[in-house]
């Protein structure tokens, strides 16, 4: 593991960072859900591996399992949510320009955006 970061909704632990492309592994707490959010520089793809929940992509909610994959392109609106009863764990691969700073909060449940 290359870094990790505890945040208020649970953990993502980074496993790969290469020009052009990074991996890290989401754990989202029961009942919690990360911030409305969008990118201008990278795309995100990502595959659900355990537990479920609800994803949120511009106007369409819809729920999510394990073995489900995801697809946000630039700039999308979105957000994950932990609707089960175990953490919800997501194995995300970035793609363009992938850093922390490109993150823009529209809503968040804990006074960030």
Known sequence: MLEADNRPW???EEYLNEPGYRVKRL???VG???????????SEHWVIVR???KVTI???TRVITAGDRVFIG?????RLENTGE???VVIETQMGICLEEDIIRIE???GRS
């Open 10 to 12: 649970g953990r993502w």
């Open 27 to 29: 754990i989202i707490h």
């Open 32 to 42: 919690k859900r990360f911030s409305l959010q969008r990118h201008k520089k990278r």
């Open 51 to 53: 537990g479920t929940g």
């Open 58 to 60: 511009n106007d369409e």
């Open 74 to 78: 630039v700039g999308d609106l979105h």
């Open 86 to 88: 175990e953490f919800l």
């Open 108 to 110: 968040d449940d804990w």
